[in-house]
């Protein structure tokens, strides 16, 4: 989103997986709003958001076992009891499918319903979304009301997961950028990509963000917000754990927002169909420092001579486009 020549904010979003957005529009006598996961809505109110994934994290936690009671696992506590869920699945013509679940403190045990985890140990999966309250229709619906950006802004701070960039604009010339979601902290050490003491209570959430914390930007001085679903700066002096993208499309929004200041719509219209790679020539040089083009073949000098000349543009003819990825 960025500021252009008629001084109101104009939206671009990229649909880089058109077969996994979800359209739900609203038609009310005073309301109409348009609302997708990758897409901008506009309403009678002259506002404009759009909202893309930013990080949802989910813990796998080693819940312990009592060696002479499998329905019960370590806490620090002591030992209690898990909790037995049966889920019924209904099929058409045929039998339903039934299975039980069981459930620890942290969440459900994985271990029978993830056929690939090969792992003695009761595993089970902890997920923010299902441990705080969910508020997603009240902040749908106070977003879809909002008058201003304050209350829009109130809105965004109410969602705990999953965590959303959250885009925002409007007629009076306010643009911003909210990182929203439930944010929190492990002590320091923690390695969340690897499985949790779930049984000492060593490796329990110590704390839980304010909003306040997370990354948001509102009417910056460089006139633009921007998300590429990317690694935001630091949170409370450190980054902020996650599975973002590389910094490839955030460098070229980045790159082409600061060459100039006077945006029109068609200028955006332009950078929605832009298709060049702001990383990949410096990668292919880094790359190519450590091959040893004495032993290549001819076909192969040839092809790096064309990789190393290569602007990161993947336009039609661009034939290091072809096989710079293989």
Known sequence: ???????????????LLPTLVLLCTLVLPNLTSNYTL?????????QSRGLTFEQAQQMAQNAGVDPNNPNEYQTPSG????????????????????????????GPVMNSIIQHLDDERPIAMQWIYTKLENQLLQLSYQMSHSKSLGEFRSAASKLHAPGLNI???????????????????YREGVNTKLVLDGASGDDEIIEYFDFEENPQAINPSIH??????????????GLYPGYYLPEDRAKRIV???????????????KMIYDVTSATAPTIIQNLSTGIDRASLSVSEKLSLDILQKWSGYYGKKEVAATFSNS
């Open 255 to 269: 790159g082409l927002l600061e060459a100039k200041n006077d945006f029109t719509k068609e200028d955006v219209a």
């Open 1 to 15: 989103m960025i500021r252009y020549q008629s001084n109101y904010p104009t939206m671009s979003q990229r649909f």
């Open 38 to 46: 990758k897409a901008q809505s506009i309403d009678e109110l002259l």
């Open 79 to 106: 030992f209690e009891k898990y909790e037995f869920i049966e889920k019924r699945i209904k099929i058409k013509d045929e039998k339903d499918t039934v299975y039980q679940i069981k459930v620890s403190k942290h």
């Open 224 to 237: 633009y917000v921007y998300s590429a679903n990317n690694q935001p700066d630091s949170i409370k002096g």
């Open 167 to 185: 885009m925002y604009g409007d007629a009076k010339n306010n643009i911003a950028w909210f990182a929203s979601g439930q944010l929190y902290k």
